[in-house]
């Protein structure tokens, strides 16, 4: 679950120009990328891979192939304390290959929560009823089905699982033996009562003889009665439960809203289609110079589409996925305590069966008469009392393991928040940089052509030429007009126009700018 961080960038680029992109990516230099890269990549010696589609009849399903293989240039020495190297020093890797079916992956997963109760068993791809078939279904079961095996064999708790050995390795006669010696075991461990697995971490008990259904009901009696056994722990896993109900609520409430962002980010790249095609039909419909300019408008707005498409595919992968797997670990959490609260209740259950026989037992040795009763129910005691101390053993065995693994639960969820949000920060950063430098290139091409832009002051005004100023002789003194006193000339209070009709003139008006009769043909018709 624990995460790496691996310098290994995400270029963002046109799918359709991918020179031209490179090129803007170069101009704008190194940017910072960060990319999770989770440890099951690093365990490659285990794959799933050729996923084969088999028709039986009505009996139709998919095949996976599992490889094991040595690894190849691994130095693996007793110091190191990485899980692989554990699980290769502890169970030396042959090469094997073998195929399962969906439903052995689902045995394995069963297995490991019965083999090792109380471990946070890494979660499976879910069923699906219809497309179970489609290409794309296949293969995305087939990644999530090598992700889950992967962090199996990576799990401090489950490596060392017999059933993990067996999923590997076992050829098809052996592991299908396994299968079937499996059921058994569970059957008698249950006093032939069918345990599986369901949501919300209960287990769903089928009864299918008396003793089981007697195992049913004190069991059920012991749940409803709340009457359980108690331990120095049982504070503390009450305040674990609640922190996982919080964390859920929350993680929830997150993972849906990075599913709107990526929602929104594939609205915003259909949008800058149809913006951009919108350019492209309006640059056609004009003329040279104005047609081109609207085209490389367009064209722009369409590598911005296609960037915001890549980017919601980013957005998904590196936020999205991450936390939509995290509800299913949150959910797993959940299984690991509800696998701890089962043990609780069968050792609770186990010790009422025990008190009522000894009760039983007192009576029948105080009846005459009673003896061979007597001895039949004290025999039953024993073996109470015997099963009664293996179930206190794997209840304090379990109740010690769902402690350690909300402890590193904990200690690895902070690390795998932390790099999420610092993965998402940086594709941000990177997707509106590139849009910046996008948009910035654009400008000049816009503005090429318009020669009548000031260069000086770049204020998009048209130049006006300054006036001529030329010297003047002043005129001759008997051609200048006589001096009026100012006191024999009367207040103007109006201006005064002179051989124009006063109809035609608007006092209020401040230009003689005069407008031309709206003669041409179609206007005003």
Not at 99 to 128: C, N, T
Not at 208 to 221: C, M, N, Q
Not at 260 to 276: L, T, Y
Not at 396 to 407: F, K, Y
Request: proline share 7%; aromatic share 6%; hydrophobic share 35%.
């Amino acid at each position: 679950m624990a995460t790496a961080v691996e310098n290994d960038s995400m270029p963002i680029s046109n799918t359709s120009n991918t020179n031209t992109t490179q090129t803007q990516q170069e101009q704008m230099g190194p940017t910072p990328s960060l990319h999770i890269r989770s440890p099951e990549d690093a365990i490659d010696y285990v794959t799933v891979s050729d996923p084969v589609i088999h028709a039986d009849g009505m009996n139709k399903y998919t095949s996976y192939r599992v490889d094991c293989r040595p690894p190849i240039n691994n130095d693996i020495s007793p110091d190191n304390n990485n899980q692989d190297d554990v699980f290769l020093q502890n169970n030396p890797v042959q090469y094997s290959s073998v195929l399962r079916r969906y439903s052995d992956f689902l045995w394995l997963y069963e297995r490991l929560h019965k083999e090792k109760a109380g471990s946070i068993v890494p979660p499976l791809p879910e069923k699906q009823a219809v497309s179970r078939f489609s290409p794309e279904f296949v293969e995305d079961r087939r990644r999530l089905l090598e992700k889950f095996l992967r962090r199996v064999i990576l799990h401090p708790e489950l490596w060392e699982a017999n059933c993990l050995l067996t999923f590997l390795r076992a050829d098809d006669v052996t592991f299908q033996h396994a299968k079937n010696v499996s059921k058994t075991e569970d059957a008698a461990a249950n006093n032939n009562s069918d345990m599986s697995v369901s949501g919300g971490g209960a287990f769903n008990i089928k009864p299918s003889t008396s003793a089981g259904v007697k195992k049913w009901f004190s069991e059920a009696k012991t749940t409803f009665s709340g009457d359980l056994v108690t331990s120095p722990d049982d504070d503390l896993f009450d305040e674990i439960e609640r922190y996982i109900e919080a964390l859920a609520i929350q993680m929830k409430r997150v993972s849906n809203q990075a599913s709107g962002m990526v929602k929104k980010s594939k609205e915003i790249a259909n949008g800058m289609f149809e913006f951009g095609l919108a350019f492209h039909q309006l640059g056609q419909s004009e003329g040279e110079d104005l047609g081109d300019k609207l085209q490389l408008m367009g064209s722009t707005a369409d590598t911005l589409s296609s960037m915001a498409a890549q980017q919601a595919d980013a957005e998904l992968k590196r936020v999205e996925e991450p936390f939509r797997d995290y509800l299913k670990t949150i959910h797993a959490v959940k299984l690991a305590l509800g696998r701890r609260h089962d043990k609780r209740v069968s050792y609770t259950a186990l010790l009422h069966e025990i008190q009522t026989r000894e009760v039983n037992l007192h009576r029948l040795r105080m009846t005459p008469g009673s003896e061979a009763k007597a001895y039949s129910t004290e025999m039953s005691l024993q073996r109470y009392q015997a099963a009664a101390h293996a179930a206190q053993e794997e209840y304090a065995e379990c109740s010690q393991r769902v402690l350690r693994e909300v402890d590193r639960f904990k200690r690895e969820k902070a690390e795998e928040m932390k790099l999420v949000v610092l993965q998402f920060i940086v594709l941000e950063i990177e997707v509106n940089r590139s849009m910046e430098k996008i948009w910035g290139d654009l400008v000049p091409k816009l503005e090429e052509g318009n020669d009548s832009v000031s260069s000086s002051g770049n204020t998009g005004q048209p130049s006006i030429p300054e006036p001529t100023v030329v010297n003047m002789p002043p005129p001759p003194p008997q051609m200048q007009p006589p001096q009026v006193p100012t006191s024999a000339v009367p207040p103007v209070s109006q201006p005064v126009y002179s051989n124009v009709p006063s109809s035609a003139v608007d006092p209020m008006m401040e230009s003689s700018i005069q407008y031309r009769d709206n003669d041409l043909p179609g206007m005003g018709l």
